[in-house]
């Protein structure tokens, strides 16, 4: 699923955030991208979402080089992805419903269609109840629930997670880790990027440390 | 719903919300379509003022006392198949006496006798609408002087040609005025819209992390800017026919007896249509501008 080949990543005058990181996720996997502040996890899922682009190496999603897509081809890449970040990311501005139906929405399915998605995903995270609801009237646990629905709600075969449990008390990290392990064991790969090692030894899923732009363990 | 459906409700729903800054730039559009519509109504009421004139514009051709008969009937033939007159009237050296008798009472005992006034023959030409346009008429007054017979020319043509002139260089003007005007709107338009978009960066960074189709994330805001273009340039119509009426109420009898014109015009449909498709396309071209900035990588 994700081949990253001696993947490079530097800004300004040779500040490296990524260094001759080689690694690779197979369809389906559960796996932890662990490290402290500034070690590169953050820019990989940058280089993943194709938010930027390696500086050197090869990164490969599906079989697809990113470096090489137009900007149609990233959109279409981009449809086969979800994304949950730690602040969230939610519109203030639009209920739940809305929040999560944007994704059908910007796609070009119909109204019906959207709210029909929606509401099944959110069902599934258990917030069918909070559907009229704004963010500021959630918990953060409930907000991470919604950005969950939302990077669900187009089926995605990769979920890209950075820190998605930074905000959250413990309990509610777990709450949320076995909502996305839930996710994998449907078939979908997810890529977790959190600092927590509590949270990686409970879950016990396969890690990958980086430090100073380096992968350094993958056990 | 379509991409056109999306865009008008993402649109309208963001232009309510910053109705305020909005307003600005509605604002701004109405001053320029405003000082463009002044410059419509007076512009089309000036040509009609001009045509008017020109309509009913003569030109005296005085002929020397020794004219040969045969040499005033070939000038009057040749200044009827011209081109320039609409009406060629020969009036007798008699006739220019008796009208001068009858137009000023007062001064007949000293115009002389009818055996020795000084009023000579003339033809009295009643000339085309647009005769006195271009160097073609001048070339032809200057054949008119040279004919034989012909003692003086007379003409009330050639200060409507140069009001003509000095009317197309107020409107090249007032053009390039309105061209500067209207950037300065479609740039003030692009500034709300940019804050709009500004006040949405969350949702365009989501809409772009999801895949969405560029057009999809900048339609709204093209809407947003079209909204507020046309809406503008409504403002301005509405100001611009409550002025005019005003106008017309308040001095329309002066000016019917001033310019001679039976009324003065609002702008004729075609042109308030342009005027809305102007006030659009600025405001097209402001959401435009930002849209293309909000979503710059």
């Known amino acids: 699923m994700i081949e990253c080949r001696s993947v490079s990543k530097t800004y300004g005058r040779g500040v490296f955030a990524l260094k001759d990181a080689t690694l690779s996720v197979d369809k389906g996997d559960f796996v932890f991208l662990t490290g402290p502040s500034g070690a590169g996890k953050s820019t990989l899922l940058r280089l993943l979402l194709r938010q930027d682009v390696p500086t050197g190496g090869i990164l490969r999603v599906g079989g697809r080089d990113l470096a090489d897509l137009s900007r149609r081809e990233v959109q279409a890449y981009r449809r086969t992805l979800g994304f949950i970040f730690q602040n969230f990311n939610l519109i203030p501005t639009r209920t739940v419903l809305e929040n999560v139906a944007i994704v059908p929405r910007v796609l070009g399915q119909s109204d019906d269609q959207q709210k029909r998605r929606a509401f099944q995903v959110l069902k599934w995270v258990g917030l069918q109840h909070r559907i009229s609801a704004f963010p500021e009237e959630l918990s953060g646990g409930e907000q991470q629930r919604v950005a969950i629905a939302r990077a669900l709600v187009n089926d995605p075969v990769l979920i890209l997670a950075d820190e998605p449990t930074g905000n959250l008390d413990p309990d509610l990290a777990l709450d949320i880790m076995n909502l996305l392990r839930e996710i994998n064991a449907r078939g979908t790969t997810v890529l977790v990027a959190t600092h927590d090692r509590e949270l990686i030894r409970r879950v016990n899923r396969r890690t990958i440390a980086l430090a100073h732009g380096h992968v350094v363990e993958d056990h | ?297």
Do not use: K
């Open chain 2, 1 to 297: 719903m379509g991409l056109v459906g999306y865009a008008w409700r993402e649109g309208t729903t963001s232009l309510w919300r910053g109705r305020r800054a909005a307003a600005i730039a509605m604002a701004a559009i109405t001053a320029v379509v405003l000082v463009a519509g002044v410059f419509l109504v007076l512009s089309h009421n000036t040509r009609r003022i001009v045509s008017t004139w020109s309509a009913s514009a003569e030109m005296s051709i005085y002929l020397a006392d020794d004219a040969e008969p045969r040499d005033v009937q070939t000038l009057q033939d040749w200044l009827q198949q011209s081109g320039m007159a609409q009406a060629v009237e020969y009036v007798s050296r008699d006739e220019a006496f008796a009208r001068f008798q009858r137009d000023f009472p007062d001064l007949a005992d000293i115009a002389g006798t009818t055996a020795d006034h000084p009023f000579p023959a003339s033809f009295e030409i009643h000339l085309h609408p647009n005769a006195a346009a271009g160097p073609v008429f001048d070339t032809w007054v200057a054949d008119v002087r040279s004919r034989p017979g012909v003692a003086d020319v007379r003409l009330d043509l050639e200060w409507l040609g140069r009001l003509q002139r000095i009317v197309r260089t107020i409107e090249v003007a007032a053009l390039a005025l309105i061209v500067v005007l209207g950037l300065a709107a479609a740039f003030t338009v692009a500034s709300v819209v940019r804050l709009a978009a500004a006040s949405r960066a969350d949702e365009i960074e989501i809409m772009r992390l999801v895949g969405a189709p560029l057009a999809t994330i900048r339609a709204p805001f093209v809407v947003e800017g079209l909204l507020q273009g046309t809406l503008g340039a409504l403002c301005s119509l509405l100001l611009l026919a409550a002025g005019a009426w005003v106008v017309q109420r308040r001095y329309g009898d002066w000016l019917v007896e001033v310019t001679g014109l039976d009324q003065l015009l609002f702008l004729p449909p075609t042109t308030i249509a342009a005027v809305l498709l102007a006030g659009l396309v600025l405001g097209g071209l402001g959401g435009l501008i930002a849209s293309r900035g909000a979503t710059r990588t």
